[in-house]
């Protein structure tokens, strides 16, 4: 069975850092991994999508990388703002069945 | 992509009880899924919705507890039944057109009392 792990599950940042998330998983034969945000009480946003042959994608302020053979990804934030706060979770799409992350609670101090 | 509502957003309820969350999607996908976040936790697949017949249970889920209705390509309903504590959590409905991503509700919280 798939297991996904991030870390750390909580950081605090001062506003306009730079940032990185982790997200390690346990079996490297997915389909793509999805990195989502959270607001506290809300639903999931998806925020990047990495297909099992791709290495990165960016959106904006945002990088994610994967390492499929190393069972790793990461999240980059850049020049973090207040309104990055939020939960991140990474989640691990096999083809059948999504795992998901515990999450890293990120909170941007202004 | 889909836009998925869900009624209620929020409810407290007693011990005993059962609630019914409802799932919409503002177009026909072909698959729906209901999630459990329990506080501080991840989200755990409860079963898959499918159209037409009963749900697919993931281990530790039952029927008898977590009854699911999906009577349209839009549309599914998940029961949580004779409810205690430990069934407060987050119930999320999320949907796909295939196996590429998932599209997620904004969830029902529920705390039972």
């Known amino acids: 069975k798939q297991e996904v792990t991030q870390i750390p599950a909580a950081l605090s940042v001062p506003e306009g850092e730079n940032l990185v998330l982790n997200c390690s998983f346990t079996d490297s034969a997915i389909y793509n991994l999805q990195w989502f945000r959270q607001d506290p009480g809300k639903g999931l946003t998806s925020l990047l999508l990495?297909?099992?042959?791709?290495r990165e994608q960016t959106s904006g302020r945002l990088n994610a990388s994967l390492d499929k053979s190393s069972g790793r990804s990461t999240l980059y934030i850049a020049a973090s703002q207040p309104g990055d706060s939020a939960t991140y979770l990474c989640?691990?799409?096999?083809?059948?069945?999504?795992?998901f992350g515990t999450g890293t609670s990120l909170t941007v101090i202004p | 992509s889909a836009v998925i509502s869900q009624k209620p957003s929020r409810d407290i309820c007693q011990r005993g009880t059962s609630l019914t969350i409802q799932c919409q999607v503002d177009s026909q996908v072909t698959m729906m899924f209901w999630y459990r976040q329990q506080p501080g936790q991840s989200l755990t697949l409860i079963a898959t919705?499918?159209?037409?017949?009963?749900?697919?249970?993931e281990s530790g889920f039952v029927i008898d507890k977590f009854p699911i209705s999906r009577p349209n390509l839009t549309f599914s309903t998940l029961t949580v039944s004779n409810m205690s504590p430990e069934d407060s959590s987050i119930y999320l409905c999320?949907?796909?057109?295939?196996?590429?991503?998932?599209?997620f509700g904004p969830g029902t919280r529920l705390l039972v009392l």
């Open positions: 919705a499918n159209q037409g017949s009963e749900a697919t249970y």
């Open positions: 990495i297909q099992s042959s791709q």
């Open positions: 999320s949907s796909s057109f295939g196996v590429e991503t998932q599209y």
């Open positions: 989640a691990v799409n096999t083809g059948n069945q999504f795992y």
